[in-house]
């Protein structure tokens, strides 16, 4: 039976060990999402308490965490999503991409209408790659791909 959360009390906490436990064993999330057949990014958010894992996926994430039954019980409910506090942002790497919808949002907005009419990208049927590529000019870059399912907006 699928089971949902109504707080992100128990998640947070469970997220708490994890992470601990991820240190402790310096474990990679790539480390921890092989074997569960799923990408990396999904797996990461649903240690960090966004998403549910399917129980194969949790079993593999409980085995390598030494995590009991009820922590991979835990794994699989539906959780409260949202991983931010209101208002701005203070983590610098979170408060970039909060800047980037900032001064990116309308045109993103603007370009989706444009192109697809109106509609939203989602965020459910969605893919997100991160990639760390080699800049020409010195240093390394992060490209990052958002890949979400078009739906549009009906008349009723």
């Given at each position: ?38 990408s ?29 039954a ?9 959780p ?7 208002g ?69």
């Amino acid at each position: 039976m699928i089971h949902s959360q109504n707080s992100k009390d128990a998640r947070q906490a469970l997220t708490d060990r994890i992470l601990a436990i991820k240190g402790a064993k310096d474990l990679s999330f790539a480390q921890i999402t092989e074997g569960t057949g799923l990408s990396t990014t999904y797996v990461t958010a649903a240690l960090l308490g966004q998403h549910p894992l399917p129980a194969d996926a949790a079993a593999v994430v409980a085995d390598k965490l030494e995590l009991d039954a009820d922590a991979a019980a835990l794994l699989q409910t539906i959780p409260m999503r949202g991983s931010l506090e209101q208002g701005v942002p203070t983590d610098p790497t979170v408060y970039r991409f909060y800047e980037m919808l900032q001064v990116y949002g309308t045109t993103f907005k603007a370009l989706v209408h444009e192109e697809f009419g109106d509609g939203i990208i989602s965020a459910i049927n969605f893919k997100v790659d991160i990639k760390k590529v080699e800049d020409p000019e010195g240093g390394s870059r992060a490209v990052i791909t958002l890949d979400g399912k078009y739906l549009p907006y009906k008349p009723f």
